[in-house]
């Protein structure tokens, strides 16, 4: 099971950007389709973003236009940079991966990222 490990959060200006890491170990993230996932006090957790083995993304409404999911097999590790950032966006945010063509998901601990007003 591979082991992933958020970085990159804190506090942000109302305006502002993040730009999260994601660390992985244990094993290649070649096999996998990564993702960004947050959790809003009070509300159910909620996807960010995907990308897959090709490079293909997805985003969620939320982030459409002003997110960008990326990654670096070399080095094994995944990123998340998001824009136009407001308090509503204030969340812990969760790094994932899936080995592709299995139900088989690893989760990190979180990031939480504060949107000041």
């Known amino acids: 099971q591979v082991q992933l490990v958020e970085s990159g959060g804190g506090l942000v200006e109302a305006g502002g950007s993040l730009k999260l890491s994601c660390a992985a170990s244990?094993?290649?993230?070649?096999?996998?389709?990564v993702g960004w996932s947050r959790r809003i006090p009070g509300k159910e957790r909620e996807l960010i973003a995907t990308?897959?083995?090709?490079?293909?993304?997805h985003y969620a409404q939320v982030a459409k236009g002003r997110a960008t999911i990326s990654r670096d097999n070399a080095k094994n590790m995944v990123f998340l940079q998001m824009n136009n950032l407001g308090p509503e966006d204030s969340a812990i945010y969760y790094c994932?991966?899936?080995?592709?063509?299995?139900?088989?998901?690893?989760w990190g601990q979180g990031t939480q990222v504060t949107v000041s007003s």
């Open positions: 990308l897959t083995t090709f490079h293909f993304e």
């Open positions: 244990g094993d290649s993230l070649d096999r996998y389709e």
């Open positions: 994932h991966a899936r080995i592709v063509g299995t139900s088989v998901s690893s």
